[in-house]
C-alpha cells in the first residue's frame, strides 16, 4: 500500500488560496490520488481525484507532478466553512483504501 | 438522491454489552463499507461488502465484531462483547462500483458516535 504523508495542520485567512501537499513516494503505476474532506460530526465527503497533472472542479484543484510522487490539493479563496480536515488517499487496484491522519485546517476570520 | 443513513446516532454502553449499528446505503449501490474512526485519527476499513457478499474484512477484529449484508443492501455491524478501546465513530459508506475499484468515489453516513464505560 501507497503511504502518504501530510502536515497535521494548517492554518489561514479567510480569502486567502491554500495549498496542501501530500507525500506519496511509493505510489503505485495504477495508483490514483483522492481527496477527502471531513467536517466535526460527518462523515469524509469527496472532493476531488486525479492521475496526473491537473484537475480542477468546482470546489478544488489537484496538482500533480510528473513524478507523481506527491500532489497538492488547491483551495481557492477559502471561508470559515472550509474549517475541516482534509485526507490524501492513493489507491489502485483493488487495494483497499486507506485514510492516513489528515491535514487540519483552521481558517481564521 | 438519499444519502446514507445510519442508526442510532449515538450509543452509550458498558463494556461487556453487545451493541448493533445498522446502515442503509443509497439506493443501488453495489459496495458498502463499515469504518472505525478513533478520536483524532483517520477512519479504518473494518470491512467491505460487494452486494451481500465480503471482499475484504482482513482488519475486522473477528473474535468480538461481525458484520452482515443480507439481500445485498441494509448492513449492521455488532460488537460483542463490547471493550473500552471500541469507543469511536463507526462509519458506514457505499459506492456505485460493481467491484470496488480505485477511482470510486465513497458517499459517507453520518456516523454513529460509540461510547464505552
Known amino acids: 500500500l501507497a503511504k502518504t504523508t501530510q502536515p497535521i495542520s494548517m492554518d489561514s485567512y479567510e480569502g486567502q488560496e491554500v495549498n496542501i501537499t501530500c507525500s506519496h513516494n511509493?505510489?503505485?503505476?495504477?495508483?490514483?490520488i483522492t481527496w477527502y474532506q471531513q467536517f466535526p460530526s460527518q462523515g469524509p465527503r469527496f472532493i476531488i481525484q486525479g492521475y496526473k497533472t491537473k484537475v480542477t472542479n468546482e470546489v478544488a484543484s489537484l496538482f500533480i507532478p510528473a513524478d507523481r510522487k506527491s500532489s497538492t490539493l488547491s483551495l481557492p479563496r477559502v471561508s470559515l466553512s472550509d474549517t475541516a480536515v482534509y485526507y490524501c488517499l492513493v489507491s489502485g487496484g483493488y487495494q483497499k483504501v486507506t485514510f492516513g491522519t489528515g491535514t487540519k485546517l483552521q481558517v481564521i476570520p | 438522491e438519499a444519502g446514507v443513513a445510519q442508526s442510532p446516532r449515538y450509543k452509550i454502553i458498558e463494556k461487556r454489552q453487545s451493541v448493533a449499528f445498522w446502515c442503509n446505503p443509497i439506493?443501488?449501490?453495489?459496495?458498502l463499507y463499515w469504518y472505525q474512526q478513533i478520536l483524532g485519527q483517520g477512519p479504518k476499513l473494518l470491512i467491505q461488502f460487494q452486494n451481500n457478499g465480503v471482499v475484504d474484512d482482513s482488519q475486522l477484529p473477528k473474535d468480538r465484531f461481525s458484520a452482515e449484508r443480507l439481500k445485498g443492501v441494509d448492513s449492521t455491524l455488532k460488537i460483542q462483547p463490547a471493550k473500552l478501546e471500541d469507543s469511536a465513530v463507526y462509519l458506514c459508506?457505499?459506492?456505485?462500483?460493481?467491484?470496488?475499484?480505485?477511482?470510486?468515489?465513497?458517499?459517507f453516513g453520518p456516523g454513529t458516535r460509540l461510547t464505552v464505560l
Open positions: 511509493n505510489i503505485a503505476t495504477n495508483d490514483y
Open positions: 439506493s443501488g449501490h453495489a459496495t
Open positions: 459508506a457505499s459506492s456505485s462500483a460493481a467491484f470496488g475499484g480505485p477511482t470510486d468515489t465513497q458517499y
